[in-house]
């Protein structure tokens, strides 16, 4: 099974800042990659997939890049409504593994 | 719209079985491939198991193969997971998940379910 790896594991940051979010898969999965927020007490949304497509309905802050092993979710000036935690996941297989997740934090 | 409720989950027995429902509108329902993935309470996102458009093919996580059978029932908007043999560590919310392109199973998460919490315990 592919395995995703996502770093940090808790991130804190201030309100106007620039997130990095990585996820490395253990071998290459081209762009079948997803990224999804999710609240407390709330069900996962989707932000970003095949590596880099915006959702429809997303802020434009939020940003997906990288293909084969190494990825990345940017948010270019966090928003008070984007404390939560990110998820990445893969879709190169039918076993579609989950990142651990990175919680953004108020600093 | 399209909206996804699940529904089903209790307080069940180890050793107990249970089936969740997901019913599902908004949507043409058996031109897209269903996921169940599950979250412990504070836990990770843990995919579960997914069936095709048309129910002809099913996968499972290792960690519920043997046990868990998924289905779907086109006629009926639904998609199912039937739950035996069930442990302490299956204790979770369950979620059904939509994918976001029609007729391919390999495909993003685009719409998720609210959640229904399955506690395994005497």
Redesign the interface.
Known sequence: ?IQMTQSPSTLSASVGDRVTITCRASQSINT?L?W?Q?KPG?????LI??ASNL?SGVPLRFRGSGSGTQFTLTISSLQPDDFATY?C?H??S????????TKVEIK | EVQLVESGGVVVQPGGSLRLSCAASGFTFHDYAM?W?RQAPGK????VS?ISWDGTST?Y??SVKGRFTISRDNSKNSLYLQMNSLRGEDTAFY?CAKV?AARS???????????TLVTVSS
């Open positions: 099974d079948w997803a999804y999710q709330k069900a996962p949304k989707l997939y095949d959702e998820y996941q879709y190169h039918y076993s579609r593994t989950f990142g651990q997740g | 996921h993935v990770g996102l843990e995919w997914l996968y996580a290792d979620y976001g199973s390999w495909s993003h998460f685009a719409y998720w379910g609210q959640g």
